[in-house]
């Protein structure tokens, strides 16, 4: 019988490991740490789950939805989120995800910006979803912000909000991200924005990881945990074993699902022999996305159900209370990210925790003797891959030039391009059937599916269609700035809200 090893038991890990043993092949999957779930999971801190990370669910996550129906998980959904601006609580602006013509007017009435920015940010949206997939090579070569710059009609404003939105999303500095990648997730997003997004019901590795173990143990899977991979070992011209502390495991087949940081440790003269463009992930770049767990003793009123971004700020914070969707906790249980950790970087735990916490004070009606215990991940020893421009020739396929080594995990080349569990289950199911295909299999071979898209013809004559409302806002928003050219649109909501937190 075939027996396969599988590196890193994250989500890339655990489904490729699956769709490979359900086909009758020997499977073990080695997992360095003590659980399986990677950067999706969760990790004891007391007696209680601590996220990596809050993690959202699009629509447009068909495979990892499939999972989920699969293990009987109903998703909560949101159809809007919301931003606060400094001293400004309980007052916030709502943005509803774009589903509607209703949706889209509230966001043209009372969005962040005022409505002729607003109608601008959208024709961007529908400029950048609109370029053709023929214009890749320009695409993956630009940053989405450069390409925003070089519209006429884009104003400092709106691509200021452009930039905060982007990092708070993805922890990936737009002047960074790949045009090609954020074209890609628009369309996505604009087909299917409906729920806008969705959590889970509970903690990651209760309520999803857990329960995705058992099915992959079920089909037979060997999970070792605890099990450090330290190198690959090539023999005549194959991968013959992987190489741990303890001994060297032989296989006839091997799936590397660790993050590049860690497969590109392993690149030496005989593995780039076999395969020479392994090397190129030594160009990949990742950044860290820490998070912060905030309890506080009683719950903080008026904080909304869904996700809260703070406008402005250093560290590119938000948060969600999970308390009411999970714990029932009786204080408020904020699950905060720092997209932007890079000015903490030097810092102690201490240092940086007191750092966000100065700025979530700035935000939030909350003080020190509020707060009943806080947890810091910094991540830094566990790194986001971000997308960025001309990373896309670099990224490995699932399927490489050595016989019997295939890559997946979330910086491996897929259709939704994004770091992200959705790009990790594609590229571990893309990689699970090179090597089924490979192996002769011929029937029930993993059909990753991919999410759809709007169709071009209609975005066009949208575009087209909103020409005339695009030439009025632009008009109007170079009159508003000949008005008072020192006060961008940003700064003066920013005081319109103060005005409104002056009133408390
Ligand atoms: C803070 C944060 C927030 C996020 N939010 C979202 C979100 O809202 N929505 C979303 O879709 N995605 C989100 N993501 C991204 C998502 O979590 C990842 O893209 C996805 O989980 C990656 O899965 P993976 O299996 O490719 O890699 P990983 O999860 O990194 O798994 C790799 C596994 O390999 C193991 N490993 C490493 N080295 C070795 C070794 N030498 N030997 C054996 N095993 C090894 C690791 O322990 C790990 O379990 C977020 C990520 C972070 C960090």
């Not at 966001?107 to 601008?120: A, D, E, K, R």
């Not at 001994?247 to 005989?270: C, G, H, K, Y």
């Not at 903490?344 to 003797?369: C, H, M, N, V, W």
Request: aromatic share 8%.
């Amino acid at each position: 019988m075939q027996h396969v090893v599988v590196v890193g038991g994250g989500l890339a890990g655990l489904v490729s490991a699956r769709a490979i043993s359900k086909t009758g092949r020997r499977v073990t999957l080695l997992e360095k740490s003590a659980r399986i779930g990677g950067k999706a999971g969760a990790d004891l801190h007391g007696e209680r789950l601590v996220e990596h990370g809050y993690h959202v669910f699009p629509t447009w996550y068909p495979n990892v939805r499939r999972i989920l129906r699969e293990i009987d998980v109903t998703l909560v959904d949101f159809d809007r989120y919301h931003y606060l601006l400094p001293g400004a609580f309980p007052e916030k602006v709502t943005v509803r995800g774009p589903s509607s013509l209703g949706a889209v007017a509230h966001n043209l009435m009372h969005g962040l910006l005022p409505w002729y920015q607003t109608v601008l940010f959208y024709n961007f949206t529908l400029d950048l979803v609109s370029q053709g997939l023929s214009n890749k090579r320009l695409l993956d070569r630009v940053s989405e912000i450069g390409l925003m710059r070089q519209a006429w009609y884009v104003t400092e404003a709106v691509a200021e909000m452009n930039q905060e939105n982007l990092l708070k999303a993805s922890a990936i500095p737009a002047y960074e991200m790949s045009a090609m990648t954020a074209k890609r997730i628009g369309s996505y997003w604009m087909k299917q924005a409906s729920p806008f997004l969705s959590v889970l019901p509970g903690d990651l590795q209760s309520t999803f990881i857990e329960p995705l173990g058992k099915t992959v143990k079920d089909a037979g899977v060997d999970v070792r945990l605890g099990t450090t991979v330290s190198g690959l070992d090539v023999v005549d011209g194959r991968v013959a074993a992987v190489k741990t502390a303890g001994e060297r495991i032989v296989a006839d087949a091997f799936v590397l699902a660790v993050p590049f940081e860690v497969a590109r440790t392993w690149i030496d003269d005989s593995l780039f022999a076999l395969d020479p463009s392994l090397g190129n992930m030594n160009l990949l770049e990742a950044q860290p996305m820490c998070s912060l767990h905030v309890r506080t003793n009683k719950r903080v009123a008026g904080i909304p159900r869904e996700h809260v971004f703070f406008h402005g700020g250093a560290f590119g914070l938000s948060f969600i209370d999970v308390a009411p969707l999970w714990s029932g906790w009786e204080g408020s249980e904020l699950s905060f990210i720092a997209s932007n950790f890079a000015p903490l970087r030097g810092l102690s735990e201490e240092g940086a925790t007191r750092a966000l916490l100065g700025e979530i004070f700035d935000y939030l009606p909350i003080k020190d003797q509020d707060i009943r215990d806080v947890v810091l991940n910094t991540n830094v020893k566990t790194p986001l891959f971000i997308n960025t421009i001309g990373a896309w020739p670099n990224r490995p396929t699932a399927r490489t030039r050595a016989k019997n080594l295939y890559v997946a995990g979330d910086f491996a080349r897929n259709r939704i391009d994004l770091a992200c569990m959705e790009g990790a289950v594609q590229s571990s199911l893309l990689a699970a059937r090179a090597l089924l295909e490979d192996a002769g299999v011929k029937d029930g071979l993993p059909e990753p599916l991919q999410p759809p898209v709007p169709s071009r013809a209609l975005l066009l004559a949208l575009r087209a269609g909103l020409a005339p409302a695009v030439l009025a806002a632009y008009a109007t928003a170079r009159v508003a700035e000949a008005i008072s050219p020192k006060v961008s649109p940003r700064s003066a909501s920013h005081r319109r809200q103060r005005g409104k937190a002056g009133a408390r």
